[in-house]
């Protein structure tokens, strides 16, 4: 049964870089390539975004919109990928999810971490 | 950038049926857009329900089905629970690897 576990600060300040980590276990994150791991997030009483994904070869895909301050990263040999997202702000306050993402569509959630920005 | 339409809310009797639908802010939602749907309830994470347009995941009871209504994605809840107010959310694949979810639609059932 494959798990994903969300990790990092609770707290980032304005301006600094938000940094997570999701644990994959159960399942290895180079095993296929019919499937990304990506994040996604959604803001206290607010819908669900998409943020960006990884191919396990290290190819990514970015929301338009977060495109120039997201980082997606992989690292095979912790069976671990990454999310930096740069200059946060007060409107980037969310649980952060980290998901297995399908080509099909069918997503494998983690339990979400939240992440507040503020001084 | 292309916004993914839902309905903000709805509202269904118990044992009744309702057709919630995914669409474009321009161009349509078709297969080849593999939308899906979940399914979140205050507090918890997202559970998906279909996939792939019409697939159901593992464990999802069959009064939930998906489907390709006109230039939309739909979700239909066959014989509601009161267990199934809920938010639902629709996905759906813009190409390039990018994904884009709808604003979601909050279900009541009374």
């Known amino acids: 049964q494959l798990q994903l576990q969300e990790s990092g600060p609770g707290l980032v300040k304005p301006s600094e870089t938000l940094s997570l980590t999701c644990t994959v276990s159960g399942g290895s994150i180079s095993s296929s390539s019919t499937y990304y791991w990506g994040w996604i997030r959604q803001p206290p009483g607010k819908g669900l975004e998409w943020i960006g994904s990884?191919?396990?070869?290290?190819?990514?895909y970015y929301n338009p919109s977060l495109k120039s301050r997201v980082t997606v990263s992989v690292d095979t040999s912790t069976n671990q990928f990454s999310l930096k997202l740069s200059s946060v702000t007060a409107a980037d306050t969310a649980v952060y999810y980290c998901a297995r993402i399908y080509v099909s569509g069918s997503y494998d959630w983690g339990q979400g971490t939240l992440v507040t920005v503020s001084s | 950038q292309t916004v993914v339409t839902q309905e903000p809310s709805f509202s269904v009797s118990p044992g009744g049926t309702v057709t919630l639908t995914c669409g474009l802010s321009?161009?349509?939602?078709?297969?080849?857009?593999?939308p899906s749907w979940y399914q979140q309830t205050p507090g918890q994470t997202p559970r998906t329900l279909v996939y792939s347009t019409s697939t159901r995941s593992s464990g999802v009871p069959d009064r939930f089905s998906g489907s390709i209504l006109g230039n939309k994605a739909a979700l239909t809840i066959t014989g509601a629970q009161e267990d199934d107010e809920s938010d639902y959310y629709c996905?759906?694949?813009?190409?390039?690897?990018?994904?884009?979810f709808g604003g979601g639609t909050k279900l009541t059932v009374l």
């Open positions: 990884i191919y396990y070869s290290g190819v990514t």
């Open positions: 996905v759906v694949y813009m190409g390039s690897g990018i994904w884009v």
């Open positions: 321009s161009g349509l939602v078709s297969t080849s857009s593999y």
